[in-house]
């Protein structure tokens, strides 16, 4: 089965800092290491020095320990894979997290007309994109429908409050595309507790920040180009108390008979997205909502995207293919939250 920690979204670069311009008085604290199938980096403001940089570590393990526990498809101990194992008709109570997920989900799934999608993995397996899987020949039609008769997310999943039922036999639910935004979310939350104010936190490409980096800015945070050959950068925003994420066509793809197929699979054709989309960051309060936008107004593209992001208010930039993959070969669009944003 689909591998729900399969990351091509590492599509940002942290501007470097000049630590040494902190304030006397003021330590930086820098983490790492490596979580869900991918890396973490931390950076904190300790503006007093009284922060026990162990203790912290042990706070940011703990958290990270408690998502790998509700949301992670490779431990079967999980309270998702124990929704997965289960038959048709059975229900499960949850943890408050792992319902906040699912709920967050299931409202971006509506949102998005039904292209963001956590029962999609059946799919992304047909197409090759999975744990251990090839790309051998193209799937016909007869398989890509087998394979959308056990996808599905409202048609598998109903939920009531932290009790989840499972509808539909044979779904499974892969939060890969919301739940490391949790994750990131979840960190910042025990950061938080620490007393510190000013921090960024990111897992895997999704990324929170809070107040001010260590030279007293907004975190700069360069947005890459869309290309696979090269780690170029598009645009630098400068963000402070904002989660963001984006998500790109351009690292896991293949090639058949002068087609290119994208890992980026919408759930309501069953097949790779065709647009000229290269990649999508968004903007949002938490990263757990910038995690699950990003995917869906990829696999959306800019021209239905853009109305649903101005609609909602979302700050959003598509990045298109405007010719061959060089800097001068893509063109931005921006909704108006974005350009209001990052004026």
């Given at each position: 089965?689909?591998?729900?920690?399969?990351?091509?979204?590492?599509?940002?670069?942290?501007?470097?800092?000049?630590?040494?311009?902190?304030?006397?008085?003021?330590?930086?604290?820098?983490?790492?290491?490596?979580?869900?199938?991918?890396?973490?980096?931390?950076?904190?403001?300790?503006?007093?020095?009284?922060?026990?940089?162990?203790?912290?570590?042990?706070?940011?393990?703990?958290?990270?320990?408690?998502?790998?526990?509700?949301?992670?498809?490779?431990?079967?101990?999980?309270?998702?894979?124990?929704?997965?194992?289960?038959?048709k008709g059975e229900s499960l109570t949850v943890s408050r997290e792992l319902a906040e997920v699912m709920q967050a989900a299931s409202d971006v799934h509506r949102a998005s007309m039904g292209t963001f999608d956590v029962t999609v993995g059946p799919l992304i397996d047909l197409w090759g994109f999975g744990a251990g899987k090839g790309h051998g020949a193209l799937p016909s039609d007869a398989q890509i429908a087998q394979a959308m008769g056990c996808c599905g997310q409202e048609r598998s999943v109903a939920q009531s409050g932290n009790t989840l039922t499972k509808t539909n036999d044979g779904a499974e639910v892969y939060l890969s595309a919301i739940g490391k935004g949790y994750g990131v979310d979840h960190?910042?939350?025990?950061?938080?507790?620490?007393?510190?104010?000013?921090?960024?936190?990111?897992?895997?490409?999704?990324?929170?920040?809070?107040?001010?980096?260590?030279?007293?800015?907004?975190?700069?945070?360069?947005?890459?180009?869309?290309?696979?050959?090269?780690?170029?950068?598009?645009?630098?925003?400068?963000?402070?108390?904002?989660?963001?994420?984006?998500?790109?066509?351009?690292?896991?793809?293949?090639?058949?008979?002068?087609?290119?197929?994208?890992?980026?699979?919408?759930?309501?054709?069953?097949?790779?997205?065709?647009?000229?989309?290269?990649?999508?960051?968004?903007?949002?309060?938490?990263?757990?909502?910038?995690?699950?936008?990003?995917?869906?107004?990829?696999?959306?593209?800019?021209?239905?995207?853009?109305?649903?992001?101005?609609?909602?208010?979302?700050?959003?930039?598509?990045?298109?293919?405007?010719?061959?993959?060089?800097?001068?070969?893509?063109?931005?669009?921006?909704?108006?939250?974005?350009?209001?944003?990052?004026?």
């Open positions: 089965m689909t591998n729900p920690l399969l990351l091509s979204r590492r599509s940002f670069m942290i501007m470097p800092l000049a630590l040494a311009a902190c304030k006397p008085g003021w330590s930086v604290l820098e983490l790492s290491g490596l979580t869900m199938g991918t890396g973490y980096n931390i950076v904190a403001v300790d503006h007093g020095k009284s922060v026990d940089k162990a203790a912290l570590q042990g706070a940011i393990d703990g958290a990270l320990s408690d998502v790998t526990a509700q949301m992670s498809n490779w431990d079967a101990t999980s309270e998702i894979s124990r929704f997965n194992a289960a038959a960190v910042a939350r025990a950061i938080s507790a620490f007393g510190i104010t000013d921090y960024m936190v990111e897992i895997g490409g999704d990324l929170v920040t809070a107040g001010r980096n260590p030279e007293g800015q907004p975190w700069q945070i360069g947005i890459e180009t869309p290309q696979s050959f090269d780690r170029g950068i598009m645009q630098v925003v400068g963000l402070s108390d904002l989660g963001m994420a984006t998500s790109g066509d351009y690292r896991n793809y293949f090639e058949a008979d002068g087609q290119r197929y994208s890992h980026i699979i919408d759930a309501t054709t069953g097949r790779p997205v065709t647009h000229d989309t290269a990649s999508v960051t968004v903007l949002t309060d938490n990263a757990m909502l910038a995690d699950a936008w990003a995917t869906a107004l990829l696999v959306l593209g800019r021209e239905r995207g853009m109305k649903i992001a101005n609609d909602r208010d979302l700050a959003v930039l598509f990045v298109d293919r405007a010719g061959d993959e060089t800097k001068s070969g893509f063109k931005t669009a921006a909704s108006n939250r974005f350009a209001a944003l990052t004026a």
